[in-house]
């Protein structure tokens, strides 16, 4: 029984050649796994029953919303055995989050090395997601770029272009529980607190909001940078709309893991309630999602299987 690595030949850029992919494997890993060709209507259990009997992971080779409709099916199915995510889509947010190699070929050789990390799994209004949701600005641009015939980064820059200048900030009503400030264990960790920014008061208004239980959009964007998805805590951020200034000055920033810029800010949740004041759209990993007044955001502590390579900075 071969591991299935399901590609989506719609996704991403550039044409996926199952051939390429497995070409610089040595002949033991080539052996393990079995391309197949995979897209909607979504239907994962044949390739969850697969991967279970071979001894797991789930191989996917696509994009964020492929990767994501995978999670949402692995879910569904108890988790009976990791995700292993290969970068192909437009912006890899989940596998750049991740440390994921974004050369295909070294990512998939890299995971089948790799190891197991048990991810804490966040949902909106109980629909599961693994890397960020969000609404406002950023939910308007996933839903104009999903209705674009051409995929990329361009494309993405263009649909957030025809918004940037139009789209209103939303009001926002938190019913939320927020974790404590973690109480310093040494003298280095007192003065690392007392030089670190106070954490924000939740906003009452946004232009941009996300929930993020990895730090990036894709693309190279680091929109929470505190995010941890082991800590058991969901990372809110609000994302400011730049000014012409700030595209030039600021934005450049927010492609830079350290970059600091009060275009940006974050904080932690353990859940909450979110109350808007319009009915705003929303996107799950980027995928379209509808519109909604009320969110309710919630977390299962390390209760999802992710497989990642040795980069992966969580344990």
């Known amino acids: 029984m071969r591991l299935p690595i399901l590609f989506n030949p719609a996704s991403g850029t550039s044409p996926k050649d199952p051939d390429v992919l497995l070409r610089p494997l040595p002949k033991a890993w080539r052996d393990r796994v079995e391309p197949v060709p995979f897209g909607p209507p979504w239907d994962f259990a044949p390739a969850i029953d697969q991967a279970a009997r071979a001894g797991g992971p ?35 947010g989940l596998v750049r989050g991740l440390r994921t190699p974004l050369e295909p070929e070294g990512a998939l050789h890299r995971l089948l090395e790799g190891r197991e990390l048990r991810m804490d799994l966040p949902r909106l209004d109980g629909i599961p997601f693994l890397n960020l949701c969000g609404t406002g600005f950023e939910a308007a641009v996933a839903h104009r770029f999903a209705a674009l015939p051409s995929r990329g980064f361009a494309a993405y820059a263009r649909a957030s272009w025809q918004l940037w200048r139009t789209w209103p900030e939303g009001r926002l009503r938190w019913e939320a529980l927020r974790p404590p400030e973690p109480e310093p264990q040494s003298a280095l960790e007192r003065l690392r607190t007392a030089l670190r920014a106070t954490e924000p008061d939740l906003p009452d208004h946004a232009w941009s909001l996300c929930f993020a239980n990895l730090p990036q959009y894709g693309s190279g964007l680091w929109i929470a940078p505190g995010a941890d998805p082991t800590d058991g805590v969901i990372q809110w951020a609000t994302l400011a709309r730049p000014s012409w200034f700030d595209l030039l000055a600021e934005a450049p920033l927010l492609f830079r893991e350290g970059g600091r810029t009060p ?53």
Do not use: K, Y
């Not at 919303?65 to 290969?86: D, E, K, Q, S």
């Open 58 to 92: 789930l191989l996917v080779w696509g994009g964020d919303g492929t990767i994501h409709h995978a999670g949402r099916a692995l879910v569904a199915a108890g988790c009976p055995v990791a995700l292993g995510a290969i970068p192909g889509g437009s912006g890899n």
């Open 263 to 315: 275009l940006r800010q974050e904080g932690r949740l353990f859940r909450a309630i979110l109350h808007l004041d319009r009915p705003l759209p929303w996107h799950l990993d980027g995928e379209p999602a509808p519109a909604r007044d009320r969110a309710e955001l919630t977390l299962e502590p390390r209760a999802f299987r992710m497989q990642v390579t040795g980069a992966c900075p969580w344990q």
